[in-house]
């Protein structure tokens, strides 16, 4: 699953998120850097929401036959 | 009197040609059901046993690759054969395959199947995969006209999307489902580009239709399956023999939906209540820095009037000395105050407390 703004898939997008969030539970918590960081966690938050809800699954039937040996 | 009716005269080889040539017309291929009696293996490649009722009995050949299941006398079976009469004039059956018929002869076989590959290790815990958690690509082997391939697709619709979903289309009962899954499992394995997970899927039906998920290559090709595997076959209470040989087993093809991609619904939840547990956090944060901000204006401010307090002192102090030193305070206590030049002769100012003094130096000594 990717994003309508980049290829990344919704797994990575997660990680990111689990990061950021991690990241205002760490000792690298900064006040002055939280407002950017929510602002991305958000971000991340949406386009995964969007990504979760606008895309189907493509179902493709295998073209050969498994009928006979055709290997 | 009608034309004597004159009999063929044949050899015997052409004899046993023609009766083969005429039973391979009548029956090309038949089913007999019966019991298994006088089994036997010779050389480990030819198969030898009877096919009796209780009025009659045939004897059987077939090679062992095609035993797909164990069987031992006593056993009834399904045969499917051609009848053949045998160069030394021995009618027998020449089996295709054998499949264990009537509900103790399939728990049976099961049994068997089930301890001899429990032996070599194929259903060890250790050897099961993780399926990842959110896969992209998958594959599917099972019948798409079938109701739980239409289930599963339809629960892996509404829990997820973006999936590259790849199906083989096979039939998932029968004498030719094992084959043709295994060459189904063979060509996802064989892809350049390897499905992240092989979903075997088939719903509910009766031992002799799931029969098929207890083939011993099925099972072979389930254990060395490159790509892990997740089965999703019958009904929760069903249990076959490839389902112990998967990675992941499911209950039902619905459930393999379920177990195979996670439920957006669950996971837009998990990120909701993630940017909201990050929010406390700040918050806590800020008020920590108010915290600290408010104790250093106060220890300022303390600071601050400490030092007022000092210089107020210091000034009080200055004030103090200057009111000691000031020449008036002096005259008050009743010194005088000489001004003029300090020769004999001279006239000079005495300045007293009240008043201001004229006097005539008439002596002048260093003392």
Same mark, same amino acid.
């Given at each position: ?11 990575? #997008? /997660?990680?990111?998120?689990?990061? =950021? ?5 760490? &000792?690298?918590?900064?006040? %002055?850097?939280?407002?950017? #960081? /929510?602002?991305?966690?958000?971000? =991340? ?5 969007? &990504?979760?809800?606008?895309? %189907? ?15 | ?15 046993i040609a023609i009766t083969n040539q005429t039973l391979e017309y009548a029956y090309p291929?038949i ?50 054969a051609t009848p053949k009469l ?5 009618f027998s059956l020449t ?273």
């Open positions: 699953m990717s994003t309508s703004n980049n290829k990344l898939t919704i797994r990575k #997008k /997660l990680s990111q998120l689990d990061e =950021l969030v991690a990241w205002f539970d760490s &000792d690298d918590f900064q006040l %002055e850097e939280a407002s950017i #960081k /929510l602002k991305e966690a958000n971000r =991340l938050a949406v386009e995964i929401e969007h &990504d979760l809800e606008g895309v %189907e699954n493509e179902i493709t039937i295998v073209k050969q036959s498994f009928s006979t040996d055709e290997s | 009197m009608g034309a004597s009716v004159v009999p063929p005269k044949l050899s015997v080889s052409d004899f291929l089913e007999i059901e019966g019991e298994v009696a006088s089994f036997k293996v010779n050389q480990g490649k030819y198969v030898f046993f009877d096919l009796k009722d209780t009025g009659a009995s045939v004897g059987c050949f077939m090679m062992v690759f095609q035993l797909r299941v164990p069987i031992e006398d006593g056993m009834k079976v399904v045969v499917t045998t160069q030394w004039g021995k089996v295709k395959s054998i499949r264990p018929s009537g509900e103790g002869s399939l728990k049976k076989s099961f049994e068997l199947l089930k301890a001899k590959l429990d032996k070599e290790g194929l259903f060890a815990p250790e050897r099961k995969r993780i399926l990842p958690a959110m896969p992209r690509h998958v594959a599917v082997i099972s019948s798409p006209q079938a109701a739980g391939y239409a289930d599963f697709i339809k629960i892996v619709g509404d829990r997820w999307g973006g999936l590259k979903i790849d199906v083989a289309a096979v039939t998932v009962q029968g004498a030719d489902a094992p084959d043709q899954i295994i060459r189904a499992l063979k060509y996802f394995n064989q892809q350049e580009e390897l499905p992240e997970v092989i979903v075997i899927v088939r719903g509910g039906g009766s031992a002799d239709d799931l029969a098929a998920f207890n083939d011993e290559q099925l099972v072979r090709a389930v254990a060395e399956s490159r790509v892990p595997t997740l089965t999703g076959i019958g009904h929760e209470i069903d249990e076959s023999l490839v389902d112990f040989a998967a990675d992941i087993r499911a209950a039902t093809p619905s459930n393999a939906a379920q177990l195979l991609v996670p439920d957006r619904n669950d996971v837009l939840r998990g990120v909701r209540l993630q940017i909201q547990s990050v929010l406390p956090h700040v918050s806590r944060e800020v008020s920590r820095y108010r915290e600290q901000v408010a104790v250093r204006i106060e220890e300022a401010i303390g600071m601050t009037s400490g030092q007022i307090g000092r210089y107020r002192e210091q000034v009080a102090n200055v004030r103090k000395l200057l009111t000691q030193l000031d020449p008036a305070r002096v005259l008050e206590r009743g010194y005088a105050l000489m001004r003029g030049k300090l020769s004999v002769g001279e006239v000079i100012d005495i300045e007293v407390r009240d008043a201001i003094i004229k006097a005539r130096i008439e002596s002048y000594e260093h003392k």
